[in-house]
């Protein structure tokens, strides 16, 4: 895939500002896509956009397929008429700069069911009609999840494995009268997957007529407690019970001496082979209607990845076993097409993991925070980059530029002085100055950075399993003077497409 030299921000819709307490992807969405456009940048990169689960993180979801139902906009559900006004007249009051989940959630569901009720009754025809057309499209995924996520509510929304075993083996009797008992708890679930598809098809067209392509993640791996999972229990390393034998991570290193243990299902990539990656090829397709390009989440773990036994309580005893690799890409590639999909290449890379990337020309990551360690010869240093790289200032998972800064000795905040031939008091936009001015084909910048925030905005510890996903932007932050200055860096650097 050719690309031309682009730039662009991160920031997830959960960010977003606005009265219900989450981001979403009604107006406020679309006031973001008028400031990027008019900035001369055209990525807009966002995490997984699943309905979230455990720890609420967009790399913990019930479905590899479905959308987050908390990021539908109640305006656009008012204007659609699928709202009534006395529907959401009884706001609470949430903190603007934080996601509050545990009051969120039943918040927001609640205007979703009151929706859905109104749906009902009233039956608008042409509504109706492409609530029927959405589900038969997306019958090879809906079913299941539906399903699933009836049978996890019915069930106080413990994880699959706890079941009843008859539902928790798909026993085909009882799965028919459970189908029949709660035909309207799952005609709800697919309801919030048809509404959350046709809102952001909305938002994906009006970001493309400004010119704005979308920037999406696919994780490599899936959450145990997910309908993947539990209606393909063949394509994981499970025991009879549904439990994982062996699970991901990445082993001990400089920054973590017991690796991580991310916990999820490792893939029987021989069971995927037989029938040549099939749900694989449905999960590219099922992204690529959502975003204009992918980003490839640990990449390395398609050449080879960290297995740990299932009953460890670190990563320290995993070993490395061989990916799917070449064969894998050849069978995507071969029936969809050349993808759009940067890789995620960071972390222990060895030479089988550079072969395949560059194989397929897949651009790779470069990581701005990282380059001030060592001397000029870190990999992350713009000089050493080539035209096939993609320039973060950070990731969600890294500090924030001016948390990084502040964090860092002495020593590395020289060399970045020095090596950016600035004082530091701008040191936010001077590494942002620096991804744009590099040879990189894609230069993003966390809205983060942009705002020049410290790390009270970090989007994600990864070591911590809670308090993360939360960070909201303020309504006042997309102020002139930042999109001037954003706007005057893609102009001097080419990286605004001329017209």
């Known amino acids: 895939m050719k690309y031309k030299r682009l730039s662009g921000v991160l920031l997830h819709p959960t960010s977003f500002p606005g009265p219900y307490g989450i981001g979403d992807i009604g107006p406020g969405a679309r006031y973001w896509i008028d400031f990027l456009s008019s900035s001369g940048s055209t990525l807009w990169q966002v995490l997984p956009l699943g309905p979230t689960g455990y720890g609420d993180s967009p790399y913990q979801c019930f479905s590899a397929f479905a959308g987050n139902p908390l990021l539908i906009s109640p305006i656009e559900l008012l204007n659609d008429d699928l709202l009534h006004p006395n529907d959401i007249i009884e706001k609470q009051t949430f903190p603007t700069e934080r996601v509050d989940y545990g009051n969120v959630i039943p918040y927001k569901l609640g205007i979703l069911d009151r929706s859905f009720i109104r749906f009902k009754k009233r039956n608008p025809k042409e509504i109706a009609n492409e609530f029927e057309t959405f589900k038969e499209h997306e019958k090879h995924w809906l079913d299941d999840f539906t399903l699933f996520m009836a049978i996890k509510e019915v069930h106080g929304g413990v994880s699959w494995v706890n079941w009843p075993s008859k539902l928790r083996s798909r026993h085909p009797v009882t799965i028919k009268d459970f189908r029949k008992k709660h035909a309207s708890t799952i005609e709800r679930h697919a309801y919030r997957q048809f509404i959350f598809y046709r809102q952001w098809r909305k938002l994906k067209n009006y970001a493309n007529s400004k010119n704005i392509k979308i920037i999406g993640d696919i994780p490599i ?47 029987r990539w021989k069971e995927h082979a037989k029938n040549e990656y099939s749900w694989w090829k449905q999960r590219f397709s099922a992204v690529l209607k959502l975003v204009d390009i992918v980003r490839l989440d640990h990449f390395r773990g398609f050449a080879g990845y960290w297995e740990i036994p299932a009953s460890d309580n670190t990563a320290m005893n995993g070993k490395w076993v061989p990916g799917p690799g070449a064969e894998f890409f050849d069978k995507i590639l071969y029936e969809l097409g050349d993808l759009p999909i940067l890789a995620e290449d960071l972390g222990e890379i060895t ?75 701008d040191i936010n936009w001077d590494l942002i100055r620096a991804a744009w001015s590099s040879v990189a084909i894609f ?41 001037k200055k954003l706007a005057e860096l893609n102009i001097l650097y080419g990286r605004k497409p001329i017209s």
């Open 443 to 483: 230069a993003i910048a966390p809205i983060q950075d942009l705002l020049g925030l410290d790390n009270s905005a970090r989007m994600n510890y990864p070591s911590s399993p809670s308090g993360n996903w939360t960070w909201r932007m303020n309504p006042e932050a997309l102020n002139e003077p930042t999109r």
């Open 221 to 267: 791996f899936v959450a145990h407690d997910s309908a993947d999972v539990w209606s393909h229990p063949n394509l994981f390393f499970l025991d009879k019970t549904g439990n994982p034998t062996v699970v991901a991570g990445v082993p001990p290193d400089y920054f973590s001496p017991t690796g991580q243990l991310w916990g999820n299902p490792l893939y």
């Open 351 to 425: 030479p089988d993991v550079i072969e395949l990337r560059d194989r397929y020309h897949f651009p790779s990551m470069k990581i701005l925070v990282f380059a001030f360690t060592g001397d000029s010869s870190n990999k992350f240093l713009p000089h050493n980059y080539t035209q096939n790289n993609v320039v973060y200032t950070g990731t969600h998972d890294n500090d924030t530029v001016l948390g990084w800064y502040q964090r860092v000795d002495e020593k590395e905040r020289d060399f970045a002085r020095r090596y950016l031939a600035r004082d530091g008091n």
